[in-house]
């Protein structure tokens, strides 16, 4: 079987994997300014290479207490032609991996049963593959 390419990653406290074609780019995000009535998803905008890109903190879309972070590290991911920054606790690498499907006995709670899309295995340990689109306000229904 064919393998796949995906960001292993630490997204709110768990080892996820991410598919790399939703990867745009991995970087620092400085300062991040709020915006005023926005879903509670959003950590607010930032500037990033002369373009304003939306901060999205992951945890809120999972349905886990948001946190107050300092710069952080952001996956930079394009979806409808707009720019998004999802906040990650770590990165690990870029590596090949066989795309497993979710099984039935396998129970994912909050958000992460909404954006959980597959599994991969690392060294006997499941791994979610998670989709981007589905931790952004808005899309995360269509996701």
Known sequence: MSKDLFLVAYLAGRTVAIDSAEVDSVVDI???????????????LAALRSRVVTVIDPRGALGLPVVERAKSRAIITVIDG????????????????QR?????????????RRAGRALIERDGEPILVVDLRALVPGLAAVA
């Open 30 to 44: 400085g300062q991040v300014t709020p915006v005023p009535c926005a879903y509670r998803d959003v950590a607010g």
């Open 82 to 97: 707009h720019h998004y920054a999802i906040l990650v606790d770590g990165l690990e690498d870029v590596a090949p991996f």
């Open 100 to 112: 497993l499907p979710l099984d039935g006995g396998i129970t994912l709670d909050n958000g992460w």
